[in-house]
């Protein structure tokens, strides 16, 4: 990858869809994460406005020193750079006690989580109508068009996403030259909905690398049945999640009326 000139072809359409879209500049929640650093990033090169906001919700006190250091970074290089900090953490804790009572706790968990997204998209499109700005989606190629790994209408709620076609390691290349903090760097990926420590590949059981191998191989028009071991296994999981995720990758499905009944 020519990465300096990817660099420069992301920013430059960036810029040209704020013009068009008459749009002052971006909105982006800033997570700790690489994906979040290098789009919030490559927004700032713009020169259009940039609001970055923190929305922690329970969240490890790492990624919120995490977010907090690049947004220090990107204010002191770039001066159309503003943030707030937005704590989500008594909404969704007043949400919960609003909510209808379970049996067992663990059933709702992955409801819970992907309401934490939810509550961030609310929070960007807040301040998107009120400064007239664009929210910015973080999601790679990986997670939008390969196993579907966020949360529809959370994270996946977004008017434009610079770096969807840019595979994870892509994601990392770029870091590197736009002088990323190397502790966001190393940090393993993670979504940071649950509290706790897990990372992406705890929950998917895949690396990205190996996420990555596997949408060549199916480019490539190999199957589950010619591989063995670790690759036959990484196959399935990267099947099982893209099918299971298949319903946000496409168009909301409209029932159609035929003519004749109306």
């Not at 990858?1 to 909105?27: P, R, S």
């Not at 919700?57 to 204010?75: D, G, M, P, Y």
């Not at 649950?194 to 949408?215: F, H, K, N």
Request: with cysteine; aromatic share 10%; hydrophobic share 40%.
């Amino acid at each position: 990858m020519q990465t300096e000139k990817v660099i420069d072809h992301i920013v430059n359409w960036l810029k040209d869809y704020a013009t068009n879209a008459k749009c002052k500049g971006f909105v982006i929640g800033i997570s700790g994460g690489i994906d979040s650093a290098v789009t919030s990033t490559l927004c700032a090169k713009t020169g259009l406005d940039l609001l970055c906001l923190e929305m922690p919700i329970h969240q490890a006190e790492s990624q919120v020193t995490r977010a907090s250091k690049h947004i220090s970074w990107l204010k002191q290089d770039f001066s159309n750079v503003k943030s707030h900090s937005v704590n989500l953490t008594p909404v969704f804790n007043q949400l919960i006690k609003s909510l209808p009572p379970v049996n067992n706790e663990e059933d709702r968990f992955m409801s819970l989580a992907n309401t934490r997204a939810r509550l961030r998209m609310t929070s960007l499109y807040y301040f998107a109508a009120l400064e007239g700005y664009l929210v910015t989606g973080t999601g790679n190629k990986v997670e939008d068009f390969g196993v579907g790994f966020y949360t529809k209408y959370g994270d996946g709620g977004v008017d434009l996403s610079p770096i969807a076609d840019l595979l994870k390691t892509e994601v990392y290349d770029i870091a590197k030259v736009l002088g990323i903090n190397q502790e966001i760097i190393k940090a393993a990926p993670t979504d940071g909905l649950w509290g706790d420590d897990r990372t992406d590949e705890d929950q998917i059981g895949a690396s990205y690398p190996e996420l990555e191998w596997v949408m060549k191989m199916k480019e490539e028009g190999k199957e589950e049945g010619d591989f063995n071991g670790r690759e036959k296994e990484v196959f399935r999981i990267f099947n099982k999640f893209n099918s299971a995720n298949w319903h946000k990758m496409i168009p909301i499905p409209v029932c159609e009326i035929p003519i004749a009944l109306k």
